[in-house]
């Protein structure tokens, strides 16, 4: 029989289910006959993101905070899997208010960790951050090799990795952390301070308005559309244990580090396309894609301000690991998934 490559028939909490990329796994998981379970205090997240969720009998949504650990504990009641979303992104955000980003980030994962180990949940899959690079130049960026923490925010991110690790070598608990590279697609809002710089363009685009590119667009971002970090997520989730160790087992050999076949799983795995592409590069394709819409997007000047606090240069993932042990294979490059994203956008936004 094949081995499946999603989640199917679990029950599955996902933390921040109200938001941009929690809200897409909740739907293809309720799609995959899943029994789902939605954890949002919806500080970031948006009920109308779960329009659809919320007309499924196998959909629950509890409203509640991950700093509350009881929340936590009702959440995670009788699931095979968490697939943690929840957190306070955003670099700036973190500089402005380190306070409720550790708060938030650290003190809610470590809740949330915790309450999944009690529970006898079989795999913790949460989102990590290429943030946790920081300083470090060379490129692709590679798991076992980071520099130093550029912002708050990287540093939360660093310290869920090191509690992850933590918990399984002393509990046992099975955790998988996902590096994500800058997340784009559709229900990502284009509005508010800290909004993500893909809608944030196009909504100035349709609306006849000029980018604005911090920097002289040259640093450069590995773009990830949301279905090629669906995919992964549900890897992590399902990769069999035995397979899981044995692929690691020689993935890291490979690079001179060898481990113990009865090592408990705690690792991290970048979630990219593993291809770059700078802010400059990027206006261009968003012009010349919604161009064919509205052909005067194409003439719209942009504008360039000051480099932003706490931004990497550049960013760019190799995803040889996920590929090896998790047979992750994303789809989706930059512009097929700005297309994707753009005709959601131009159905949606008013």
Request: aromatic share 10%.
């Given at each position: 029989m094949k081995e499946s490559r999603i989640i199917e028939n679990k029950k599955v909490l996902v933390t921040g289910g109200a938001?941009?990329?929690?809200?897409?796994?909740?739907?293809?998981?309720?799609?995959?006959?899943?029994?789902?379970?939605?954890?949002?205090?919806f500080a970031t997240g948006k009920r109308k993101n779960l329009q659809l969720a919320l007309q499924n009998e196998k959909f629950k949504l509890i409203e509640g905070d991950i700093r509350n650990f009881e929340d936590c504990t009702v959440a995670v009641q009788g699931c095979d899997y968490v697939l943690h979303q929840a957190a306070l992104g955003s670099v700036p955000r973190s500089i402005t208010d380190p306070m409720t980003t550790t708060d938030v980030n650290i003190g809610g994962f470590v809740k949330m960790l915790f309450a999944s180990k009690e529970a006898g949940v079989k795999r913790f899959v949460y989102a990590?951050?290429?943030?946790?690079?920081?300083?470090?130049?060379a490129l692709p960026k590679v798991e076992h090799i980071i520099g130093n923490a550029l912002s708050p925010y990287a540093i939360t991110k660093y310290v869920?990795?090191?509690?992850?690790?933590?918990?399984?070598?002393?509990?046992?608990?099975?955790?998988?952390g996902l590096r994500y590279f800058n997340v784009f697609g559709r229900r990502q809002d284009p509005n508010g301070a800290y909004a993500a710089v893909i809608p944030k363009f196009v909504s100035q685009l349709m609306a006849h308005n000029s980018?604005?590119?911090?920097?002289?667009?040259?640093?450069?971002?590995d773009f990830t559309y949301i279905d090629n970090v669906i995919q992964a997520n549900q890897l992590a989730a399902i990769t069999p244990t035995i397979d899981f160790k044995d692929k690691l087992k020689h993935y890291s050999e490979?690079?001179?580090?060898?481990?113990?076949?009865?090592?408990?799983?705690?690792?991290?795995?970048n979630v990219a396309y593993g291809e770059r592409t700078t802010l400059k590069e990027l206006v261009e394709i968003l012009q010349m894609t919604l161009s064919k819409f509205d052909s005067q997007i194409n003439d719209i000047k942009i504008s360039y301000g000051p480099n932003r606090g706490g931004d990497i240069p550049h960013s760019l993932a190799s995803i040889e690991k996920a590929n090896k042990i998790l047979g992750y294979d994303p789809k989706y490059d930059i512009k097929t998934g700005l297309l994707e994203a753009t005709n959601w956008y131009r159905e949606n936004l008013v």
């Open positions: 938001g941009f990329i929690g809200s897409n796994l909740v739907d293809v998981l309720l799609k995959q006959g899943n029994e789902v379970v939605c954890l949002d205090n990590a951050s290429s943030s946790t690079y920081g300083d470090h130049k869920d990795e090191l509690f992850a690790k933590n918990f399984s070598d002393i509990y046992g608990i099975e955790t998988v980018p604005l590119i911090n920097g002289d667009g040259s640093y450069s971002r490979g690079i001179g580090k060898s481990y113990d076949q009865e090592i408990t799983i705690s690792e991290v795995f």
